[in-house]
C-alpha cells in the first residue's frame, strides 16, 4: 500500500519532559515514519523537534499537582522555552505554506 502522510504534522518536546519523555517521542516518530514508508518527503511533513531544557509544566496551564510532581526540573526560562516553541512551530508553518505555494498546478 502507497500511504502519504495525510498532514503535516510537527511534534515539540523537551528533553526535561517527565511526561511525554524523549525516549517516547522518539518511538513515536519511528512508528510514524515506519507507517509513511513511501513519503519522501517525511523530514519536512512531521519533524520530531527537542528544546533542550524544556520540560512539560512550562508550556502548560491549570496543571494538577500531579503533573507538576512528575515533570522534571526544567533547565531553561519559560520564555526561552516558549521563545523556541513559537520560532520552530513558525518555521515549520512557514515551509508548509511556501511548499503548497511551490506545488505545480
Do not use: C
Given at each position: 500500500?502507497?500511504?502519504?502522510?495525510?498532514v503535516?504534522?510537527?511534534t515539540?518536546?523537551g528533553?526535561?519532559?517527565g511526561m511525554?519523555?524523549?525516549?517516547?517521542?522518539?518511538m513515536?516518530?519511528?512508528?510514524?515514519?515506519?507507517?509513511?514508508?513511501?513519503?519522501q518527503l517525511?523530514?519536512?511533513?512531521?519533524?520530531?523537534?527537542?528544546i533542550?531544557g524544556?520540560?512539560h509544566?512550562?508550556?502548560?496551564s491549570n496543571?494538577?499537582?500531579y503533573?507538576?510532581?512528575r515533570?522534571?526540573?526544567?533547565s531553561?526560562?519559560?520564555?526561552?522555552a516558549?521563545?523556541d516553541?513559537?520560532?520552530?512551530?513558525?518555521?515549520?508553518m512557514?515551509?508548509?505554506?511556501?511548499?503548497e505555494k511551490?506545488?505545480?498546478?
Amino acid at each position: 500500500e502507497n500511504r502519504t502522510l495525510p498532514v503535516p504534522t510537527i511534534t515539540l518536546s523537551g528533553t526535561r519532559d517527565g511526561m511525554n519523555r524523549w525516549s517516547y517521542v522518539a518511538m513515536q516518530h519511528k512508528d510514524l515514519r515506519e507507517t509513511y514508508p513511501s513519503n519522501q518527503l517525511y523530514r519536512t511533513n512531521a519533524p520530531a523537534i527537542l528544546i533542550e531544557g524544556m520540560n512539560h509544566y512550562q508550556v502548560a496551564s491549570n496543571v494538577p499537582p500531579y503533573i507538576e510532581n512528575r515533570d522534571l526540573k526544567e533547565s531553561i526560562s519559560t520564555k526561552a522555552a516558549l521563545k523556541d516553541l513559537a520560532r520552530l512551530t513558525a518555521a515549520f508553518m512557514l515551509q508548509q505554506v511556501q511548499s503548497e505555494k511551490n506545488k505545480p498546478k
